[in-house]
């Protein structure tokens, strides 16, 4: 049905109420009308020049509805637009514009939701906006990525013009108390439970146009929202149409939210999701751009003799002549060449990568002076800006010339099909989304990222490609694995404490928890480069610090490098590096992103066959030792249940607690990372010590055998092990045997649980009995060295049969 009446409300399907009179809707979750009065609205520019903004709002619109959608339309005489909503499971909406001039028009925004307050709109959160919380997601990997309470006021950034060109992709406009969050923003309130309430609006397609969620504040109150599909001013034809990207709304809880975000995004852009995450080590955070040929092989021959489970040795910044001649190599560091490295590299059984900035070219590279065509241009004339490497002027380069592409092309084949490299690095990949004049002007600034890095993954085929310093939207289909924070340094936080893009520790790992639900959905999260070399030894950081640092990186499941220099790293710090390999693949959840800026529960929730249990990271971010309750109900733990609690780092059994735990003396910047494990009736594995998910990955397989028969039988069996007597006459028996595997050599423990009532016979390590110690009532440890593979055995008096 189509109509041109003029009818005060229309239902739809429980979703949207029309208000057609007014040009404006109203979006319903569990019959609540959310956004009340919304709209939306277009920026264009005619053939002179001129700017017009045309909004559904304010006046009669003509609709149509259908099945399961719901078309606005408004016409201004020169162009048309189109609103739609698709309304299944969730709802979807899009806006179109259509040019019915005789001239070509060049547009700007498309706002796919326009609300203002001045002109009746709302948004019903339960409480008023000085209440709300803002998810503001950064623009690219670097960019700093949080839960802004706006009572809180905003984040004030660093007002240069080289912060401009890596973080702020648009003018934001001179309102006071602007909220700008990239594709994707979730909004809650103060006066709800983290479990409802929750709005997000995101784009769930992101290869055309750059989408922002951006929310204004007049003082305390609502002014403003938009979600706005950016067309960065390219050209319609007369009679043609331009839509934006799809704009997915929805209510629940905030952190599911941005999961099934993600799981959106991710279906639609085509992402590739690799099925084991990476690991490797890395040049960049000790050598700083001054490694050399003996440096990298001196850190592969550590790896080697530790067996470390690292598979990607990456050549970071520093081997090139110049940014941009990037098959031009500093021969004084690398004096046999790239690909003598990359063979040697290989040959130990290593996968050799290579950092590249592919997207800009340094002021005095051979690229920029014999090319100045490739560099991208501002309305002046002069090259655009992309940042400053050791004071040198980098430009960014124009993705929408062929000839750029064809230089693109012939780079990857050298470093890919010449010298032999099967892993990249792409930084900077943000330059190529700068604003400015490109020779193609159809093509917009996130379809000039995603042509070149459609043009590098061709070229190296399906070799895995890591985005650094990248839009994160484009770039989702595109790279196996994405750096997601800011680099990590060897201080905790930067001298100048106003950029939370700065190189520092507690930066990276704000954004490691606030994008934690990416991983595995867009692609694998990178949290940059695990450091565990000692203060003073090259860093600042204190222990705690350290630990915080190893704790998040293998808490958040993905990619994990290490970036010290290895040779010179004691077994005393070596092992931390090893207590978080491999990684897990499993993102843990930050279970209070709503509440706290810096979240202080990274929770990961483990599944395996022969039981559950929960590590939870505790962090302390501030400058003093505080006492930390948590309430088990936090954790989704059954506040009723006993837990048995392990603290991991202090290697210390807490005991069996009940509705809360609390941590005494939390040390400043200090993780806590406690396992639960329910109290059970059995014989149980509590935790290992190999591996900070204690468990998961180092236990292949627990089985357990009840009675004597099978104990006696596997005495038999093995005839060198001295069996005890009591063990014989012990006709009651149970044997939990635990196998475990991992890579290289290990001293650690296993522990076990022994319900009130048992005792243990004897322990076995490899089929010897081996001493076990009592850690707490009812907690009784094995020690071992696990160098590769070992099979522990608890073996204990059965449970006396309940009297009859
Ligand atoms: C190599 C490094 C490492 C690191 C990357 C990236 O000038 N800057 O603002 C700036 C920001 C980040 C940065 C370097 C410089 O680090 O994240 O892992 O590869 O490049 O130069």
């Known amino acids: 049905m189509a109509g041109e009446t003029m009818t005060d409300e229309i239902y739809f399907r429980d979703r949207l109420i029309l208000h057609p009179a007014r040009g404006t809707f109203d979006w319903v979750f569990r019959a609540q009308a959310i956004l009340q009065h919304a709209s939306a609205a277009a920026t264009y520019r005619d053939a002179r020049g001129n700017v017009h903004h045309l909004t559904l709002a304010g006046d009669a619109v003509a609709y149509a509805v259908a099945d399961d959608w719901v078309t606005l339309r408004r016409d201004d005489g020169n162009v048309e637009l189109a609103w739609t909503a698709r309304l299944g499971d969730e709802t979807y909406a899009w806006l179109e514009i259509i040019n019915r001039h005789r001239e070509p028009i060049r547009v700007d925004e498309l706002r796919v939701l326009a609300l203002d307050a001045a002109s009746g709109a709302r948004v019903e959160l339960g409480a008023p906006a000085r209440a709300w919380r803002f ?253 400053l490497h050791w004071g040198d002027q980098c430009f960014s380069l124009d993705l929408s010339r062929t000839d750029v592409h064809e230089w693109l092309r012939e780079t990857f084949r050298t470093l890919s099909d010449d010298w032999g490299y099967a892993f990249f690095k792409l930084d900077f990949l943000y330059t190529a989304a700068a604003p400015g004049v490109r020779h193609d002007p159809t093509m917009t600034r996130a379809q000039a990222v995603r042509r070149g890095l459609a043009i590098i993954r061709e070229t190296v085929g399906t070799k895995t490609i890591l985005g650094c310093g990248a839009p994160l939207g484009p770039s989702v289909g595109c790279v196996d694995a994405m750096r997601i924070g800011p680099d990590v340094a060897i201080t905790w936080e930067p001298i100048f404490r106003g950029d939370l893009t700065a190189p520092a520790t507690a930066y990276a790992m704000r954004n490691t928890l606030a994008r934690a639900f990416m991983h595995n959905r867009l692609w694998h999260n990178d949290p940059d480069c695990a450091l565990v070399r000692r203060r003073d030894d090259e860093s600042d950081l204190v222990l705690n610090e350290m630990r915080t640092m190893v704790s998040m990186i293998g808490l958040c499941g993905g990619a994990t490098l290490s970036s010290d220099n290895l040779p010179s790293i004691r077994r005393g710090r070596l092992k931390y590096l090893k207590q978080i390999l491999p990684p897990t693949n499993i993102a843990a959840r930050p279970l209070d992103l709503f509440e706290n800026e810096l979240p202080r529960l990274f929770a990961l929730p483990i599944a395996a066959p022969w039981g559950e249990w929960l590590v939870v990271g505790a962090i302390n971010w501030d400058d003093q030792t505080t006492t930390t309750e948590i309430a088990l109900e936090t954790l989704g733990l059954d506040p009723a249940r006993e837990y048995h609690v392990y603290n991991y780092w202090h290697r210390r059994y807490v005991g069996v607690v009940r509705e809360r735990v609390t941590i005494k003396r939390h040390q400043p910047h200090e993780t806590r990372v406690l396992l639960f494990k329910a109290v059970s009736e059995q014989v149980d594995v509590l935790a290992t010590t190999f591996h900070l998910a204690q468990g998961l990955v180092e236990v292949k397989r627990v089985e357990r055998e009840r009675g004597s028969k099978g104990a006696e039988e596997r005495g038999r069996r093995t005839a060198r092990r001295p069996r005890d007597r009591e063990t014989r006459k012990n006709s009651m028996m149970e044997t939990l045997r635990v196998e475990l595997e991992k890579s290289g050599a290990q001293r650690g423990e296993v522990l076990f649980t022994i319900p009130r009532g048992q005792r243990v016979i004897a322990a076995r390590v490899d089929g010897r009995v081996s001493p076990h110690r009592l850690v707490g009532q009812g907690i009784v440890a094995v020690g071992l060295t696990l160098d590769e593979r070992a099979v522990v055995e608890i073996e204990v008096s059965a449970k006396p049969p309940a009297s009859v």
């Not at 290593?350 to 501002?378: C, Q, T």
């Open 135 to 387: 998810f503001q997601n950064g623009w690219q990997s670097w960019s700093a990525t949080f839960v802004r309470d706006c009572g809180d006021g905003i984040h004030t950034d660093p007002a240069t013009d080289e912060y401009r060109y890596k973080h702020q992709p648009h003018a934001i406009p001179a309102v006071p108390k602007t909220l700008s969050s990239e594709w994707f923003s979730v909004l809650t309130s103060r006066a709800h439970r983290p479990a409802d309430g929750g709005l997000l609006l995101g784009f769930v397609t992101a290869a055309d146009q750059l989408g922002e969620i951006r929310l204004q504040l007049a003082g305390d109150a609502f002014a403003r929202l938009d979600a706005i599909s950016h067309a960065d001013g390219v050209r319609v034809e007369p009679g043609a149409r331009l839509a934006s990207e799809r704009l997915l709304i929805a209510c629940g809880d905030g952190l599911a939210l941005l999961e099934r975000y993600a799981a959106r995004l991710g279906e639609a852009m085509g992402a590739r999701v690799p099925a084991a995450p990476l690991t490797g080590w890395c040049t960049w955070y000790y050598f700083f751009g001054e490694n050399t040929e003996r440096d990298v092989m001196a850190n592969l021959e550590r790896i080697r003799a530790e067996r470390l489970p690292l598979g990607v040795i990456v050549i970071d910044d520093g081997y090139q002549t110049s940014d941009g001649d990037w098959t031009s190599v500093r021969a004084d560091r690398f004096p046999r060449g790239m690909k003598w490295l990359a063979d040697e590299i290989r040959r130990a059984g290593f996968v050799p990568g290579l950092w590249v900035a592919p997207f800009a070219a340094n002021e005095n590279s051979r690229l920029a002076r014999e090319h100045p065509e490739f560099l991208l241009r501002d309305e002046t004339g002069a090259p655009v800006g992309a940042w």
